[in-house]
């Protein structure tokens, strides 16, 4: 029987200190604040992993958000109420892959975990659209290839949630 992937809060019992994904500002946030992100209730934290290891693949977080309605295209704000000036979003901040099983499509697999997690609470709290802020153009090029549409000037990517929809 081959390894199942699954994802779960971050928790105590993972070991933060072995991640590494070669940029380090993802290593240090899962290291040392995605912990005190999810008490204060500001980010929760999924990470990866699989039922025969208990070693973190990767991570990715959540939160609440929202943009400012002129940033959207404006195919999709035409048909948005006028009197919102900030639209409700999900933001993806920050979603990493340890370097050693890279390559592998755990990015595409926790992307698709992310956008479904973020479609469900759509339904409960509303949310127009996943918003993501790529850290580099490696990043920007895999929101891409999934539909991610460069929000101008603002450096900001977002899918929207009836685009998610048709996913699921």
């Known amino acids: 029987m081959g390894n199942e992937f699954f994802t779960e809060l971050l928790g105590s019992k993972h070991n933060k200190s072995s991640f590494t994904c070669g940029k380090y500002l993802l290593d240090n946030y899962l290291q040392k604040q995605a912990g005190q992100d999810l008490k204060r209730k500001l980010a929760v934290c999924y990470v990866l992993n699989e039922h025969?290891?208990?070693?973190?693949?990767?991570?990715y977080t959540l939160s609440n958000s929202s943009i400012h309605a002129d940033l959207i295209p404006f195919e999709l704000r035409k048909k948005l109420p006028p009197s919102y000036n900030a639209i409700l979003t999900t933001l993806i901040g920050r979603l990493a892959i340890d370097s050693d099983f890279q390559g592998k499509g755990l990015g595409k697999l926790l992307l698709v975990d992310a956008l479904k997690r973020c479609f469900e609470l759509s339904v409960l709290l509303g949310s127009f659209a996943?918003?993501?802020?790529?850290?580099d153009l490696e990043a920007e090029l895999f929101y891409k290839k999934y539909g991610?549409?460069?929000?101008?000037?603002?450096?900001?990517?977002?899918?929207?949630?009836?685009?998610?929809?048709?996913?699921f």
């Open 52 to 59: 025969s290891i208990d070693r973190i693949k990767g991570y």
């Open 130 to 135: 996943v918003i993501v802020d790529p850290l």
């Open 148 to 167: 991610f549409i460069k929000l101008p000037d603002s450096g900001k990517m977002f899918l929207p949630m009836r685009t998610i929809e048709q996913l």
